[in-house]
């Protein structure tokens, strides 16, 4: 098991940007695929992005496609979420998420979960 610990999160100003961090621990050995999920009020969770072990492969929701980075230090078990160009409707619960599997990330259903952090996106 892995546990996840997100920080990051805040109230910021639409059009700026924030930077999100997930601290891994337990069994974080060679293999683990990282990914962000978010859940905006009254509605389900949403992916965001993922990235594989390697850091070679990464996969973007539309919606934040050209405006999210994620990347990942193996050596410190951190995955990062640069979040540029914040819009109101990014608002949510976000969400770090693990799996030894990028596919099963991808869509939905990582083995581990961190709390969450807020992001709040003023108008």
């Known amino acids: 098991q892995v546990q996840l610990v997100e920080s990051g999160g805040g109230l910021v100003q639409a059009g700026g940007f924030l930077r999100l961090t997930c601290a891994a621990s337990?069994?974080?050995?060679?293999?683990?695929?990282m990914g962000w999920f978010r859940r905006a009020p009254g509605k389900e969770r949403q992916f965001v992005a993922a990235i594989s072990w390697s850091g070679l492969t990464t996969y973007y929701a539309d919606s934040v496609k050209g405006r999210f980075t994620i990347s990942r230090n193996n050596t410190k078990n951190t995955v990062h979420l640069q979040m540029n160009s914040l819009k109101p409707e990014d608002t949510a619960v976000y969400y770090c998420?693990?799996?030894?599997?990028?596919?099963?990330?991808?869509?939905?259903?990582?083995?581990?979960w961190g709390q969450g952090t807020q992001v709040t996106v003023s108008s």
């Open positions: 337990g069994r974080t050995g060679s293999g683990y695929a």
């Open positions: 998420a693990s799996d030894s599997q990028l596919y099963t990330i991808t869509v939905g259903k990582p083995d581990s």
